[in-house]
Structure formats: C-alpha cells, structure tokens
C-alpha cells in the first residue's frame, strides 16, 4: 500500500501544473474543514449538518429557529467561511487559467504523450546527453530508423532535442529514477554523451544496475579516461578527438 502511494505522490509531484494546484486546492480544503469544526463547536451540529450549511448559510437562520446557541457568533463565523470559499475557489481559478493562457496544460499533454510512447518502446537508444556530440549521435540512428529516448538536464537543450523529433526525458541521467522514465531496462544501448567523463561513467554504473546486459558505450575525454570507463563496465569508449583525428588522417 506504501509503495503505491510513493509511486502516485511521486507522479503528482513530478507534473508541474498539479504542483501549482496543490496550494489552492489545499486551500480550499482546509477552509471547509475549519468551517466544519467551526460550526459543531460553535452549534453542536453534524458534519453533514455542517457541510450543508457551507452550501447553503440560509439554512442557519432555520435552524436557530428551533434551537438555542449564539446565533450572531455562528453567522460571523459562516460569513467568514463562505468568504475564504470564495477566495480559494478565485485561486483555484486563477491557477487554471494561468495554466492555460500560459500554455502549460499542453505542455503536460505533450509530456504524458511522449512517455506513454517511451512506455512502448522496446530494443531503443538511450542518449545521455543533447550537446553537439548527442545531438550528432541522435541525428544519425534517426537517419537508420532506430528509437531514441534522449535525456537531458539543461531546459534549452530539452527542448531542441523535442524540435529534432527525437522523445526526450528531462533530467539527471545519473539518477534511476530519470534513467527508468526513459526505460533504459527495455534498452539495447545507452550512450554517455556528456561533455564529462566522470558524469558519463556514472551513468554507465547506473544503467549497468538497472539493465545489466545493457550496452554501455561511453564518451571519454582523453585516452587516459578509457581505462576508467573501462572498469566501469563500458562496452565501447569513444574519444571524440582521437576518432576526428583518426577520419582526418585517412581522409588524408
């Protein structure tokens, strides 16, 4: 019960919009709680009782008509009620709107779309990383008709790789949890393509983990981060300037 309460906490956290509707939804919630406790303090009546006259204060005036308590006390309190209602039920609205206006509603629904795809896929590419190394890689197996999931921290890069037509995941690659979103168990490869050896043999470590007969191939700076990358368990290490080097002088 634990873990699948983790696992939809997590999921509302992770959407943006419904981050922003926590806080007026919340709210509004504790203002018809406080309205609750209020009137059977106040009244002695029940919750249902209660929350009939959140909807409908007139029938306080009915119900004094029969019953003794503080009359004035309880409508003070009601108008006070009803007025938190009505700013909540404002902020609610604003947030919604703003949402929209401001475009983040389709922003969520072109995410859930990319990861209901990623959630299908099978046999993929996973790009880490969507610098001019990333992007080259990408570019290519798109060329050869393969999958590709590219993650990708910076936002202006996240959003490139969107244009280029390739699904993408935003965050760390070194993290299980953005290297799982991008469903690096279903994978074939999962490139290390940062511009950082050290990030790039983390994230072989962590897909290793998570997939352990994944094909890690990983960039490395210099001939002397190959052995690292080695014993980190990659499969392949390319050095970008050794390979450049490399076509040049056959071109030669």
Not at 133 to 139: D, E, L, N
Not at 149 to 169: K, P, S
Request: negative net charge; charged residues 20%.
């Amino acid at each position: 019960m634990l873990t699948v309460l983790g696992t939809l906490l997590r999921g509302v956290l992770r959407r943006a919009l419904l981050r922003r509707m926590v806080r007026p939804v919340f709210g509004f919630v504790a203002v018809v709680a406080a309205g609750v406790v209020g009137f059977r303090a106040l009244a002695g009546v029940g919750v249902v009782d209660a929350l009939f006259w959140l909807l409908d204060p007139t029938s306080i005036e009915l119900h004094f008509q029969s019953h003794d308590g503080p009359v004035r006390l309880v409508k003070v309190y009601a108008i006070v009620v009803l007025s938190g209602l009505v700013v909540a039920g404002l902020w609610i609205g604003e947030t919604l709107l703003s949402a929209t206006f401001g475009g983040q509603i389709q922003e969520e629904l072109r995410q859930m779309q990319i990861e209901q795809t990623i959630e299908e896929l099978d046999d993929h590419v996973v790009v880490c990383g969507y610098g001019t190394f990333g992007q080259t890689v990408a570019a290519g197996l798109q060329e050869r008709d393969r999958d590709v999931v590219v993650v990708e921290q910076a936002d202006e890069q996240f959003e490139r790789a969107i244009d280029d037509g390739h699904l993408a995941v935003s965050g760390d690659a070194r993290q299980d949890e953005t290297l799982t979103d991008a469903g690096v168990e279903r994978s074939r490869t999962v490139i290390g393509a940062i511009d950082d050896t050290s990030a790039n043999v983390q994230i072989a470590i962590a897909a290793s983990q998570l997939a352990p007969t994944v094909e890690l191939v990983v960039r490395a700076g210099s001939r002397m981060d190959e052995a690292l990358a080695r014993r980190a368990g990659a499969d392949e290490v390319i050095v970008p300037e050794v390979v450049s080097g490399e076509q040049v002088t056959a071109r030669l």
